[in-house]
């Protein structure tokens, strides 16, 4: 949504990631000025989607674009709103499906009957937004809630990244032969 919306263009968003960006811009926004309907309501399960949420944001941008007769790539005079709107949407459909999923657990035994706890990392635990959420919905579960500071929530794929490198370190059938194999950690 953040590359759709052409956010690195954005003076305030410049030099942003595109989660940050959203985030930065939806503190101002107006969430209400656009509704998006929540990913997959009618599966009674805890998966996750976002396509849809996606393809029915980048048709609302269109229909801005047509509006305000701008071309793609320009920035639309409600990109605040709409940032503001999808992470609404976002935030409720994690929620939700984390609710899901707390209750298969609870009903299933999995997790203990007293101290359970919702853990989130990875990048999408660093938007406030999105941890508050979560945060209260731990809390109306009686669930203990951890989340590392923000600093320390990036991208996943550099956590798995990192552990490519540890395993490879030890030993841990990462690849048959190390030989010839550099690495570098930034």
């Known amino acids: ?4 919306l052409s956010l690195r263009k954005h003076p305030e968003c410049h030099s942003m990631a595109g989660g940050k960006a ?3 811009l939806a503190q101002t926004g107006n969430r209400q000025q656009h509704t998006f309907r929540i990913p997959m309501q009618q599966y009674r399960n805890c998966d996750f989607s976002f396509s849809g949420l996606q393809n029915l944001v980048n048709k609302a941008i269109i229909q801005k674009e047509k509006e305000e007769g701008i071309r793609e790539g320009e920035i639309l005079s409600c990109v605040k709103d709409i940032a503001a709107a999808v992470q609404h949407a976002v935030a409720v ?4 499906r984390t609710y899901r999923a707390m209750l298969f657990c609870t009903k299933n035994h999995i997790l203990p009957s007293t101290n359970a706890t919702l853990v989130v990392s990875g990048g999408v635990a660093s938007n406030q937004y999105i941890r508050k ?3 209260t919905l731990a809390d109306a579960n009686d669930f203990a809630f951890l989340c590392p500071p923000a600093r320390l929530c990036t991208d996943n794929g550099v956590m798995i ?3 490519g490198i540890e395993r490879l370190r030890a030993g841990l059938g990462v690849l048959h032969s190390t030989e010839g194999i550099r690495y570098e950690p930034k």
């Open 1 to 4: 949504v953040a590359r759709r």
């Open 22 to 24: 959203i985030e930065h």
């Open 93 to 96: 459909h994690i929620i939700q």
């Open 133 to 135: 959420g979560l945060q």
């Open 161 to 163: 990244a990192w552990n």
